[in-house]
């Protein structure tokens, strides 16, 4: 079971993009699914997490108040709203799951292959 992501892209600063995390045969509902990014060089850290059933959102100071995460459980995905883009934003972003938010990156699992995200003038 893996994780596919989608929605990368080419940006220039200040602007916006919307990754998906879908799961065939994974019932997101009674998951936390977080989103991470890895720049070339540093470790993965984690962006942002919702859990699974109160649909709770948690954020990295990075991000919070230019990210948006949310879920549709009845197509299985789970969203990052991602605006007012900075290069610091570039990285590999990746979604997995765990059964609660707020556990260490090496705790999730049904990791995906990750969607680029460039941001950069």
């Known amino acids: 079971l893996q994780f596919v992501e989608s929605g990368g892209g080419l940006v220039q600063p200040g602007g916006s993009l919307r990754l998906s995390c879908t799961a065939p045969?994974?019932?997101?509902?009674?998951?936390?699914v977080g989103w991470f990014r890895q720049a070339p060089g540093e470790e993965r850290e984690e962006v942002s997490c919702?859990?699974?059933?109160?649909?709770?959102?948690n954020y990295a100071d990075s991000v919070r108040g230019r990210f948006t995460i949310s879920k549709d459980n009845a197509q299985n995905a789970v969203y990052l709203q991602m605006n007012d883009l900075k290069p610091e934003d570039t990285g590999i972003y990746y979604c997995?799951?765990?059964?609660?938010?707020?556990?260490?990156?090496?705790?999730?699992?049904?990791w995906g292959q990750g969607t680029q995200v460039t941001v950069t003038s």
């Open positions: 997995a799951a765990e059964v609660t938010c707020g556990r260490d990156v090496g705790d999730y699992y049904y």
């Open positions: 045969g994974f019932y997101i509902e009674h998951y936390a």
């Open positions: 919702i859990s699974g059933a109160a649909g709770r959102a």
